[in-house]
């Protein structure tokens, strides 16, 4: 007599989730790992829904010295750094708030050509006017208000 030898086959079932699960941990996984946050970087301001004012404060000045919200978020003081001044904004902080608020480079290079006797000038752009002073002892000094 032949002895059978019962052999157990074994569902392929188990198999198909493991390998489901692994390439599902994987398409999870993977691309934040290889990211490493990088993904998770804020809109720019003008593709953004946020208040563009206040992305400008968070951004430009976390240290609250030289910038002012007023007017329902509408209206923006900037105090710039000067010689006579302590506090205020310096030069990269100030580029900062120029660039968030996508101000156009012949304004601002406006202000920057302007001397004390000029006074307080004014400009716009598309969405915001501005007015302005600058002085080497005082700083540049703007307002900026978003219209419409």
């Not at 390998?19 to 994987?26: E, N």
């Not at 829904?49 to 003081?77: F, H, Y």
């Not at 752009?125 to 419409?148: A, H, S």
Request: charged letters at 25%.
């Amino acid at each position: 007599m032949t002895q059978h030898r019962h052999t157990r086959k074994r569902s392929p079932i188990l198999w198909v989730f493991l390998a489901v699960l692994i390439v599902a941990v994987g398409v999870v996984l993977v691309p934040k790992m290889l990211l490493n946050g990088e993904g998770d970087d804020p809109a720019p301001v003008a593709a953004s829904e946020a208040d563009p004012m206040l992305t400008v404060i968070d951004k430009c000045d976390p240290a609250k010295q030289g910038l002012k919200l007023s007017d329902k978020n509408r209206k923006l003081t900037v105090d710039g750094y000067g010689k006579t001044t302590i506090a205020g904004l310096h030069e990269q902080a100030m580029t900062c708030v120029m660039e968030t608020l996508q101000m156009p480079g012949a304004l601002t290079d406006r202000m920057y050509s302007t001397v004390p006797d000029d006074g307080r000038l004014a400009g716009e752009w598309p969405g915001y006017t501005v007015t302005w002073t600058n002085d080497p002892e005082e700083g540049l000094d703007l307002t900026i208000t978003r219209i419409g």
